[in-house]
């Protein structure tokens, strides 16, 4: 089992360094650009909330720069930094990295945006990914290619190595 545990960390460990590449969307350093161009050129650009805990220790200095990129390459992006003041011990617990109830943080943050009710509701216009089923979302990195695929009418993520 020890040998098993050790294969798997080794696995998630080199996985989760090819994510991180990826993670700062639209960030330009290291790419030449791919990243901007990819977020700009899709199709379907969704507004994306950022909620983020002043103390939370990961990527405390890359979410500041990852809103600025997202903005800067024409994505619609809305950033909420977690303070103390707002901190309220039901939905936010923390300025950390758990930050609280994660289902009433989205109802707190973008409902205004979700209730068909509401005059700032937001509607899609065209198909989702799952209706059109293709493999368009797609995130270059060095090593190779992350691709979410829709084809089989739910998401498959696979990275596809550089040869």
Known sequence: ?????????NRRTASESRMREIRPSGSMRGRGGQGVVVAANHPRLPTLFIVHGVDDKLFVNEVHELVENMRTAGQDVEPHFITKELVDGKVFTTTGHALGDRTQIVQQVAEKYLLPS???????????????LDESVRYPTSGGVWTISYSQGYPVGRFEPKR
Do not use: K, Q
């Open 1 to 9: 089992a020890p040998h098993g545990n050790a294969n798997e960390a």
């Open 118 to 132: 509401s005059p700032e509701a937001l509607h899609r216009a065209g198909e989702t990914d799952f209706e059109r």
